[in-house]
């Protein structure tokens, strides 16, 4: 994704590495992420408190909520990651072979790097692809995290594939895409930041030796750490908007959101 002065790359790799790359990523950080999305999503009491006094509590509290045993706790901490385990491949692969597709069209012949604001096109478009993907993943996978805060004593706690259906017969396959341009807005924000600041951060790290001009692994895991670390703070805000306005099933005293600007303000 650095330096590239052709479209000569396979996309088989991308998409192999890309895919591997999300499952173990998605299995190592959910708990965190649904910790995240909890947070994001707290409610507020009638006496004004929040409902998590913060990350430590409310890791505590999802733990403790999960079951009576400790097998059941830590399925409860991976509740909902079979969609996103399912769908991350081809949302990795969309938005990584997109990338280096409009790359190697926006680039000039003779150029050994995109400018950054035809860097940021290529990855704002590469955004704009893998929502296809990404809106129903996310939808899902926050209706299943979100069941352990709003969940109420005896209700049934539905599957993925029981709450995909319920969806469809309700909206139709537009029921899967609810949240779509706060996604849009969040994700294309994301790529705009993330695929050139990333390009430029591994263009300065060391070369690898056999003559491939690649960098070397731990240039790369720098800039993508980095990059990665820094779009996220960025976009935080309109991730907090697309969880909230994407949570079907509100608890007492929570609000309906009209759109992006009723959920900011």
Do not use: H
């Amino acid at each position: 994704m650095g330096s590239q002065t052709n479209q000569n790359f396979s996309y088989l790799p991308k998409i192999l590495n890309g895919g591997l790359a999300g499952i173990i990523g998605v299995s190592c950080v959910f708990p965190i992420d649904l910790v995240k999305t909890r947070l994001q999503n707290q409610a507020v009491g009638a006496d004004g408190k929040l409902q998590y006094s913060g990350i430590v509590d409310c890791a505590k509290k999802t733990w403790s909520e999960g079951g009576a045993t400790s097998l059941a706790k830590m399925r409860g901490m991976y509740s909902g990651s079979a969609v996103n385990i399912l769908l991350i491949t081809p949302e990795k692969a969309i938005k990584l072979v997109a990338n280096d597709f409009f790359r190697g069209k926006l680039i000039k012949e003779g150029e050994k790097q995109l400018s950054v604001q035809r860097g940021m096109l290529a990855g704002g478009l590469a955004g704009m692809f893998q929502i296809s993907v990404t809106t129903p993943m996310e939808l899902l996978k926050i209706q299943m995290q979100d069941q352990g805060r709003t969940l109420q004593k005896n209700q049934k706690r539905l599957s993925a594939t029981e709450l995909t259906m319920k969806l469809i017969r309700e909206n139709g396959i537009g029921g899967l895409y609810k949240g779509l341009s706060s996604t849009l807005a969040r994700d294309v924000t994301f790529s705009v930041i993330y695929f050139p600041l990333f390009a430029y951060l591994d263009s300065l790290a060391p070369r690898k030796k056999d003559g491939s001009g690649d960098a070397v692994f731990y240039g790369s895991f720098l800039a993508g750490l980095s990059s990665g670390a820094l779009s996220s703070f960025c976009v935080t805000p309109l991730d907090v908007i697309k969880t909230r306005m994407q949570t079907m099933n509100k608890g007492a005293n929570e609000v309906v959101y009209k759109n992006i600007a009723d959920a900011f303000v």
